[in-house]
């Protein structure tokens, strides 16, 4: 039982323990959460699967944890934006599963949302489809596409409220709302903090439902890169 | 102009005014630049329908294209998540996509995403814009870096789907997607006929209109 | 206190604070009147987490609950469509689901959107909860109208769901859904053994724990 | 290729042919396209299979055109909120597919989201299963589902920008955002219509690339039921 959701990174990255799966938002490292990933470079789990679009950047965001030899496996679309991915993979270090990111977002939010796989004619007839399932529906082929789930979600949002309720940022919002959606347990870091009924029923984007728990970024992506916010 | 930027201007001809367009990495980006930005509707699937470019000084690093470049936001613009962003690319909801390709072939297949003996570790939205998009526009060089054909027989690098580009435009000629084969439509300056035989070895058929118009 | 209420008043004694709730139409609308509504969290499929009760002054027709009755909006409530209210309901996001019952049976089966020999034309978001909240609670009156058991041996109604039901309440008793079978755990007001007996089909057993007390 | 978007009910309603798909918003009246439902009774499509949740009430919203005998199938989840459409299926005049709410809601996205298909545990071993495809995925029973689509969609959104972008009011959201996404044309009928600019990027709940139309509300459900507002 949740009462309080705002906690302290160093304390609640605790939940994630070694062979976890963890999703982890954000486009390359616009709406990723920094903060946290920060906070796992100092924690001690290990062997993990990590399902994000990307491993961030060489040595930055996700690429921290690489360079740690803390991934088992990576889940996502666009690995070629850290090429040091690239050489853990080949000297057997990383396993490596890809995914059109349309089939990848698709596979988080069926996660979140009990569906138990999809069709979808993405990647039909491509390298990325061998070995899956198809079927012919009205008389066009669809490759079967099963969801993916986490244990562990480490999600940034813009504005969260002490319900938990979120809000997002531009095109930082990305896979973090389908992410908040599909793991057991659902860490939002955020930029500001605000009172329940500040944010607009209307325009909350994750509901309070989803987030287990809330933490204020330090670690923010400016023009400069990353750097640590003052507060 | 360059020829990467009369290729993008060509392709900008093809587009309907009020259409939403996604513009691949590269030379589609160039696309852009001949656009009237009121009368066109730029979506990049990393959650933004209403991209515009943006000056150096109201850069958000926050606020970014699918090349992860810097962009602005277009009055009456929406941002969505990624799930939201794909169905309207697989869900048929994008006019036009542009793209680049690493060799197109006889038979309209694309291979844009792996290159054999490379590591094969990102496809990014490349798959999903080509089953999604209601037309498919290809934007490339006619021959690669290395002087041979990208327009060939049947591709060699891994195709990217199994549907069909519907026009294919390099600094050469423009191509379209006609009846099960590609039609050479239109030379692009100076060009001639041979000069596409000879860096070609898809196989295309000469329009008509063409063959009339040089008669 | 009508015999309702007491079922509504016991089934808010199952609920621990700051768990989801979904509540159906019935008996289950009463619950709400048994929680401390800061403490709770109210969903309803059509769309809104953030239940309140309105006071007739207030009333917004654009702002209804699933069984189409107006409510009220709490502070940190959010709207959101169908598709996402029911991925909350059966990705497992619902602590709890109350839903009242034409028939509950040994199995632990629940029949409540359909009577045979009735047109089949509804069924609402019912087969959803019952698959998809984590927890189960059923709320009825022990018998039909007609005097007839609805806790009975198998469902002769059309189920709803193959999941069990994890806890059912009625006026005379409280049953856990436990290794297997229901286990009358609690006896309600002045009920005996042998009323809920001569008023139930259904096979189940008396917890140990109510036959020492009773002992 | 539309520019002006904003249209009049009457004429956009011609849009509805003899025979085709609709699918119509609303959760009973609340979020129900009233006006253009209206502007259909005096249109003369027919043989109309409809999409909605339910048929509206008895001589309300579509049940309006259930007594015209316009409709040749509905497709729904709830159609008891009209008691009079028991009596039209029983005479055989009617067609009905009854969907559980969270299957119907899902197929409507998956329709828009070009899913060819989808497994839910909703209605395994009932008799809304009966006669489908089922799938067992990792060691649980998943019945298999399709998209639905739709040749016109009427809903009603709250406001509408001039370029087509939509927000919803409170719980008349409902399906609206869905049905808008997944039909070729979409006659959105809107309470406001505001300058471009004046809806918040971040708060827009349907992009205007899937709006062909606006028509602005002419009746209302208000608590004395609905009624013409006052213009």
């Known amino acids: 039982m949740v009462i309080n959701k705002i906690s302290i990174a160093e304390q609640v990255i605790t939940k994630v323990q070694t062979g976890d799966t963890l999703m982890v938002g954000g486009f390359g490292l616009v709406g990723s959460p920094l903060t946290l990933i920060d906070a796992l470079t100092h924690h001690d789990a290990a062997d993990l699967t990590i399902i994000s679009n990307n491993v961030g950047e060489a040595g930055k965001g996700l690429g921290l944890l690489l360079r740690q030899d803390r991934l088992k496996k990576a889940v996502g679309s666009y690995f070629t934006s850290n090429r040091e991915v690239a050489k853990w993979y080949n000297e057997g270090l990383l396993e490596l599963e890809l995914l059109p990111q349309g089939t990848f977002s698709e596979a988080i939010r069926a996660g979140g949302a009990g569906i138990g796989g999809f069709y979808t004619k993405t990647a039909v007839g491509t390298d990325l489809a061998a070995g899956k399932e198809t079927k012919l529906i009205d008389g066009e082929t669809y490759v079967l596409e099963k969801p993916l789930k986490a244990n562990v979600a480490l999600v940034r949002a813009w504005k969260a409220d002490t319900k938990g309720n979120l809000i997002y940022y531009k095109t930082a919002r990305n896979f973090n709302p389908l992410m908040a959606s599909a793991a057991d347990y659902v860490i939002a870091e955020v930029d500001e903090i605000v009172d329940e009924g500040n944010l607009s029923p209307e325009e909350i984007v994750t509901p309070h439902l989803y987030v287990d728990a809330i933490v204020e970024s330090r670690l923010i992506l400016t023009r400069e890169g990353v750097v640590e916010r003052d507060i | ?215």
């Not at chain 2, 060799?103 to 054999?116: F, L």
């Not at chain 2, 690098?157 to 549907?163: H, I, L």
């Not at chain 2, 000629?173 to 030379?187: H, I, P």
């Open chain 2, 1 to 215: 102009m360059t020829s990467k930027e009369r290729i993008a201007k060509k392709a900008a001809e093809q587009l309907v005014p009020h259409s939403i367009i996604n513009l691949g990495i590269g030379i589609p980006t160039l696309v852009a630049n001949y656009l009237d930005k009121d009368a066109y509707y730029l979506h990049t699937e990393n959650g933004l329908l209403g991209v515009t470019s943006v000056a150096e000084e109201d850069v958000d690093p926050l606020l970014v294209n699918a090349g992860k470049l810097p962009v602005g936001e277009a009055t009456g613009a929406s941002y969505f998540h990624s799930a939201d962003s794909f169905s309207m690319i697989r869900g048929g909801h994008i006019d036009v996509a542009i793209l680049g390709a690493l060799q197109v072939d006889s038979k309209g297949m694309v291979a844009n995403w792996a290159i054999p003996g490379k590591d094969i570790i990102g496809v990014g939205g490349a798959m999903d814009l080509l089953v999604g998009a209601k037309k498919i526009i290809i934007t490339t060089n006619h021959v690669a870096k290395d002087g041979t054909p990208k327009f060939v027989e049947e591709c060699t690098y891994p195709v990217t789907s199994t549907r069909q580009a519907d026009i294919l435009i390099t600094e050469l000629a423009v191509f379209q997607w006609k009846n099960g084969r590609y039609e050479l439509t239109e030379l692009m300056g100076d060009t001639n006929l041979k000069d596409v035989e000879e860096n070609t070895t898809a196989f295309y058929k000469v329009s008509e209109q063409l063959l009339e118009k040089r008669r």
